[in-house]
């Protein structure tokens, strides 16, 4: 199927000042990245920043207003086909025909992407076994299960042994314990297969938990670029956060003292990242009570991945919001037909 | 070679599903059989110029309305595909966006000629005889015209958002459609500037030969070979468009 390797490739995807306008509304802006081959790599952002739209593009989906990529090695403006045969997509809303069985949906992708029949049958057979799909294999995706649909997706998408895999927001609007499960399968499947996978989500702990490296979006701009791990770490301490009535006279007074350099208002309350806060937290509390502000909580936390999302694109990264748009692309499915 | 396998996967798809709503299949027969049996007898005694029997003369108008219908409709109906996203999976696929036009067009043809088969029977009910030649001859003829008009879906779709337009599409679209193409009466008896847009209108050339093949001898508007070419190059006129359509990147 897929043999061509580019001697040069260094990058499963690198991207050149990649920039897609829509009318006035800046999409992207000018998105510069690279990613590694075996890589996972999730691309985190608020709803509109930009996630889909560079994923699209990178899919030859939508093609940029301005600047290129390479995937694979190929050109997303002039090798679109060779772009195609070399990706598999699973997509943000499902894309499945529900009046087709699974196997039915798989053997229509293989033909697409001239897999000969006998090589796909095994395959099939393979991916489903590796979903837990085997034994649904031939009931029609009406009677599937979220979740089910979900895994389906992944294994159709694996099916032509793509060497990058897109996962735009694969486990939204899933419950928690459907979500672990497919974490694991995708887990599973890129090891297996040893493909790199490019990822957006908009949950913290699915990033923290299944990407090597992560890219933090906003407004169309890549705001960092780094592994989990050295993202927390450069937030050093730890993460206070202090609810009151007047966070923004809070943040005033707070300037008043040494170690205070790092606070911001976030969604009313007030946030502070400190080294030994164990220790200064009495300091603050003292610092309201002669202000006379009245404080509501205070609590200390180690930093994770939402803490740095909040650092570097000042939101709260809302799963609420996700599943909110879902619902409405459910409330469109159950109104259809 | 490879693409042709795709046309086919494709087509299979659509037959596929065709064949998995039966209850599409039956409620899409209700509307001709009640056109035939209950306006085509309640008609029976109009004199019409050049018509003898009102219910023979109006069967081959009856079956190219089917065609019509059915066509557009499953045309149409890539807004479901696109809407349940289905669609992405097609387009992001390896596959020419002519591909993907025409087998479309061929699944959705098939529904349409497998409708336009179940009515033929019917014909016997109103006392008309096909002899296997005259089915023979409906074959190519449906199959021509139920290509073009799928991609007259195809094409409506491109311009709806969703399938609330639908309506409109209908009495804009499909009922001036069937009503000057001289389903339901014959073209020379209508006004001149009727029959003008009988003229422009591609239906009207199909069921004229869908009539002068289940009543041959029936003399036909134009010599038979240049209504075949009409609808030769309609049904290809249209696919062009839908390709082209289809590989604009939004």
Redesign the interface.
């Known amino acids: 199927m897929y043999t061509a390797i580019t001697m040069k490739q260094v990058y499963a995807i690198e991207t050149f000042a990649l920039t897609k306008r829509y009318g006035k509304i800046l999409a992207l802006d000018s998105l510069d990245l690279k990613i590694r081959p075996g890589e996972i790599f999730g691309l985190l952002g608020p709803n509109g920043a930009g996630k889909t739209t560079a994923i699209s593009m990178l ?5 940029p207003t301005s600047g290129t990529a390479l995937v694979n090695g190929f050109d997303i403006r002039r090798q679109a ?1 060779k772009v ?2 070399s990706i598999g ?1 699973v ?1 943000q ?8 069985t699974g196997r ?1 949906n798989m ?3 293989a ?4 897999i000969s029949a006998p090589v796909a049958r095994t395959r099939i057979n393979e991916l489903l076994g590796l979903v837990g799909l085997i034994d649904r294999a031939d009931s ?1 995706m009406k009677t599937y299960s979220g979740g089910m649909r979900r895994r389906l997706e992944l294994a159709r998408g694996l099916l032509h042994s793509p060497r990058v895999l897109f996962l735009d927001e694969p486990t939204l609007g899933l419950d928690p314990q459907t979500r672990q499960h497919l974490w694991s399968h995708i887990e599973e499947l890129a090891r297996k297969s040893n493909i790199t996978v490019i990822l957006t989500t908009h949950y913290m702990e699915e990033a923290e938990r299944l990407c090597s490296s992560v890219g933090i979006i906003d407004s169309g701009r890549i705001k960092i670029v780094d592994t989990p791990a050295n993202l927390i770490g450069a937030l050093q301490g730890d993460v206070v956060t202090v609810a009151t009535a007047k966070p923004d006279d809070f943040l005033e007074r707070l300037k008043e003292l040494s170690f205070t350099h790092q606070a911001e208002v976030v969604d009313g309350t007030v946030r502070l990242h400190l080294s030994d806060a164990e220790k200064k937290v009495p300091v603050i509390v003292e610092l309201a009570s002669a202000a006379g502000i009245e404080l509501k909580s205070v609590s200390i936390h180690k930093p994770t991945l939402n803490d740095v999302f909040l650092y570097y694109t000042g939101k709260e990264i809302r799963a609420e919001e996700a599943e909110n748009e879902m619902r409405k692309v459910m409330r ?2 159950s109104r ?2 | 070679m490879s693409e042709l396998r795709k046309i086919g996967a494709l087509w299979y798809r659509e037959v596929l599903r065709y064949w998995r709503e039966k209850s599409r299949i039956v409620s899409s027969l209700i509307l001709p059989v009640l056109w035939l049996l209950v306006f085509g007898s309640g008609m029976r005694n109009v004199q019409l110029p050049g018509v003898d029997n009102y219910q023979t003369f109006i069967f081959p108008g009856i079956l190219g309305m089917t065609l019509l219908f059915t066509s557009v409709w499953s045309g149409v109906s890539i807004i479901w595909d696109r809407e349940f996203g289905f669609l992405k999976e097609i387009m992001v696929a390896p596959v020419s966006r002519t591909a993907i036009v025409v087998g479309k067009a061929l699944g959705s043809g098939t529904s349409a000629l497998v409708q336009g088969f179940i009515l033929l029977p019917l014909s016997m009910l109103i006392g008309i005889r096909l002899d296997p030649q005259s089915i023979l001859l409906l074959i190519p003829i449906m199959i021509l015209l139920a290509v073009g008009l799928v991609c007259v879906g195809l094409l409506i779709a491109s311009l709806m958002n969703s399938m609330e337009g639908f309506n409109f599409i209908m009495s804009l679209v499909i009922m001036p459609m069937f009503f000057t193409s001289g389903a339901l009466f014959p073209i020379s008896a209508a006004p001149g500037w009727l029959q003008v847009f009988s003229y422009f209108n591609p239906l009207t050339y199909g069921v004229d030969l869908l009539r002068w093949a289940t009543s041959r001898g029936t003399a036909t508007a134009l010599p038979v070979y240049a209504e075949t070419i009409i609808l030769m190059g309609f049904a290809a006129a249209m696919i062009a468009a839908c390709s082209y359509t289809f590989s604009v990147k939004k």
């Open positions: 899919c030859t989906v939508n093609s086909g195609r045969r997509i997509f809303d499902p894309s499945i025909d529900d009046r087709l039915e053997m229509l992708h033909t697409l992407y001239d029609p469109v499915v259809g037909r």
